[in-house]
């Protein structure tokens, strides 16, 4: 039967070789030959990267998910197991996700004759940017699936601490670019253009006012410029500005409420300055909705393996693209204290890996009480 030290061993030999999404081919690979060791079922989907195993036979149905990929980002942490692979990190801890879903499997598969149906175990690529739920989603892997589990390793909690909620945990995630074509001219002489860099001010300006001067206090919502760019010298009026940033949202009539002003805001620029601006608004991850009677499952097995189990007044604001797989299916979703001092996306960003000890756990727990509720 594994062990704690084996999980560490699988979360290290992930982290030293992460790959960024959908060019998991070596993490998939890997994950199989594991799988395989201990006599796994392994199911193909007609996906290039992520696969689906199984264990016991029946039903009910339970899946749980892990992700697989890492980020674009080059490590900042020593370690004997540091990233091999220069520009990708696992700095989201998907490797602590795997190594915590592959013990459950193993472990599982180890207690088989005593299952009351089947699990499923969904290694899913390409999270980080928002695709993998919805592509294996969309193949037959959920068919006769009854619920959807799944976790994230979270750095500012404690290890031992377990956060849930009710319905929405996490954000619906936007993408927002504004494209504004203008006229250039010499900087001396800004009558004969048109100046981006005037619209650049004002479309800062009415994007910050949108959720303080649009939305109730009692409605929540994020607007973030993350990149500005115009001109590329001191002395000419440049002919293009761009801008873009993300929008993050808890409710469908929030969301639409933004993007509709932004939209009315790009049209009364367009006509004041005499420009051009195209809006290209692009939706991400939806936000996660956590069913409520598997939300108390989820607290039941948690308290029952020890974790002290905080109840979220509010959702957090990340994104995160088990939404994906929600949309036929009840699922729940739980953030477990991971107690890194640099958070998630972070080059220091570095786990305890005592998280490791009773994540599997808490999931073999929460699907023995699933299955015997889906009997």
Excluded at 113 to 125: A, T, Y
Excluded at 252 to 263: D, G, H, S, V, Y
Aim: proline share 4%; with cysteine.
């Amino acid at each position: 039967m594994t062990e704690y030290k084996d999980y560490v061993k699988w979360r290290r030999l992930f982290h030293q070789y992460p790959e960024v999404s959908n060019n998991e081919f070596e993490t998939t690979k890997r994950l199989k030959e594991i799988l395989k060791e201990y006599d796994i079922k392994i199911i193909d989907i007609p996906l290039e990267t992520g696969f689906v195993a199984e264990v016991g036979e029946g039903e009910p149905c339970i899946a749980v998910r892990t992700d697989i990929d890492a980020l674009p980002i080059n490590e900042q942490v020593d370690h004997d197991f540091t990233s091999s692979n220069e520009g990708a990190m696992h700095a989201c801890g998907h490797d602590i996700h795997m190594a915590s879903i592959l013990a459950v499997a193993t472990k599982l598969k180890s207690q088989e004759s005593d299952l009351k149906g089947r699990v499923k175990f969904l290694f899913q690529p390409a999270e980080e940017v928002g695709t993998g739920a919805l592509a294996m989603a969309e193949t037959n892997a959920l068919d006769d699936v009854k619920a959807i589990v799944g976790f994230h390793n979270y750095p500012t909690l404690d290890i031992g601490e377990f956060a849930i909620k009710s319905g929405p945990i996490t954000s619906a995630v936007d993408r927002f670019e504004f494209k504004i074509r203008g006229k250039g001219a010499h900087a001396a002489k800004p009558e004969q253009g048109n100046d981006p860099v005037m619209v650049l001010g004002q479309l800062i300006t009415s994007l910050q006012t949108i959720v303080s001067r649009n939305l109730s206090a009692f409605d929540s919502a994020v607007v973030t410029i993350g990149e500005v760019s115009s001109g590329n010298t001191w002395n000419v009026i440049a002919d293009n500005a761009y801008v873009q940033g993300t929008v993050r949202s808890f409710k469908p009539e929030i969301q639409k409420q933004i993007k509709q002003r932004m939209t009315d805001i790009a049209k009364g620029l367009e006509q004041v300055f005499n420009v051009e601006i195209e809006l290209v608004y692009t939706h991400l991850p939806q936000a996660v909705i956590n069913d409520e009677e598997l939300t108390e499952q989820a607290k039941e097995a948690a308290k029952k393996v020890g974790y002290k189990v905080i109840e979220l007044d509010n959702p957090y604001t990340i994104g995160e693209d088990f939404s994906g797989l929600l949309a036929n299916h009840p699922g729940v979703f739980a953030f477990i204290g991971s107690n890194s001092e640099y958070d998630l996306h972070h080059p220091k960003y570095d786990p305890d890996e005592r998280i490791l000890e009773k994540v599997p756990e808490y999931f073999i727990t929460l699907i023995h009480q699933l299955l015997a509720k889906y009997a």
